[in-house]
């Protein structure tokens, strides 16, 4: 229990598709190619102690060797965390060939301070790669995940780490931008008849 697993499986001989599941036959997360060219890879905060399933299997209906490799994240963070300012924060950088953290290659790692209760959106671009977003507290604790956008608000104080990962293997130029985050709703909040409601 909260800890977070990086399960990668790989093959060269079919097109590997993860799935974990926990004791009771529960799928909790799927993923086909997050691991880079046909190889999968989840990150996984475990919400309880026990036992889980992992299934490994092929996606293309081939058959062969396979690598299934388990093991607890552990992240190390950028050695100064940045702040943000009264409009967030914008971070330009890149993504090169040497780039790698504990999540796996092909990623970098982003640290800032986060206050508790706050909310927070996470979007991060890029004209060069296709994007995946991990978002973790300082002890290396999976708080939200996305291709795009990630919306949270962290229930402790501090530094908090945010890893770019390039979902399609390819190389270049990022924008990521963190913003607190107020939503306004309307300004009669609407009543729900015996019928419910149709909008």
Known sequence: KDKTYVIDLE?????????????????LAEDDDGG???????????????DHQIVATSLDGMNGKFTLKVRELKL???????????????VNDEIA?????DVGKLTKVVSV???AGQAYLFDIESEDFDCHLFVFDAKSKLLGQDLAK???APTTDGVHHLV????????GKFDLKIREFTLK???????????????
């Open 97 to 101: 060939q040497k780039d790698a953290t």
């Open 11 to 27: 093959s060269k001989d079919f097109d590997a598709y993860l799935r974990l599941l926990d004791k009771k036959g529960k799928q």
């Open 36 to 50: 880079g060219d046909l190889n999968s890879q989840i990150v996984h905060a475990a919400t309880e102690t026990g």
């Open 150 to 152: 990630v919306t949270l």
């Open 185 to 199: 709703g309307e300004a009669k909040a609407r009543e729900l008849g015996k019928n419910g409601l149709a909008i």
């Open 164 to 171: 770019v990962k390039s979902f399609d293997g390819q190389l």
């Open 113 to 115: 301070h986060l206050k």
């Open 76 to 90: 190390k963070g950028e050695a100064k965390a940045r702040k943000l300012g009264k409009d967030g924060l914008d």
